[in-house]
């Protein structure tokens, strides 16, 4: 029984040890994220335009649909990927809500051309 008890201590202990080690190599994690997001699945190509047009000025879901000539809905599709892989950040407001490139998406700017160069 004692050894039972020591091996899930051990084994408890490695996954603490892989769960600190995954929230230190939040890089690693970031660039699976961005080849999921703009090269592994649909919409990849819309993805990498919301982006690029974010990466000049913040835009809300209306103002990226017109720009993109892509209805709302799809928009809003995407922008929901891209804020839970945390690339955007929803503004606070409810209405006419503005997205905004995270600082840590912006820290993997080289790997997003990359993956970019090859949808685009």
Do not use: C
């Not at 091996?7 to 190599?25: D, G, L, V, Y």
């Not at 103002?63 to 928009?75: F, G, H, K």
Request: no cysteine; aromatic share 10%.
């Amino acid at each position: 029984m004692s050894h039972n008890h020591s091996t899930n201590q051990h084994t408890r202990s490695t996954r603490q040890q892989q769960f600190e080690t995954s929230k230190t190599n939040g890089s690693g994690q970031m660039e699976k994220a961005l080849w999921y997001l703009f090269a592994g699945s649909r919409g990849g190509a819309n993805r990498v335009r919301i982006v690029r047009e974010l990466e000049s000025r913040p835009r809300n879901a209306n103002q990226l649909a017109e720009r993109l000539d892509v209805d709302y809905n799809t928009i809003t599709h995407h922008l929901d990927a891209l804020v839970e892989h945390d690339v955007v950040d929803p503004g606070d407001s409810e209405y006419g809500r503005l997205y905004f490139l995270t600082d840590r998406f912006e820290h993997h700017w080289d790997t997003f051309e990359t993956i970019s160069s090859e949808v685009e």
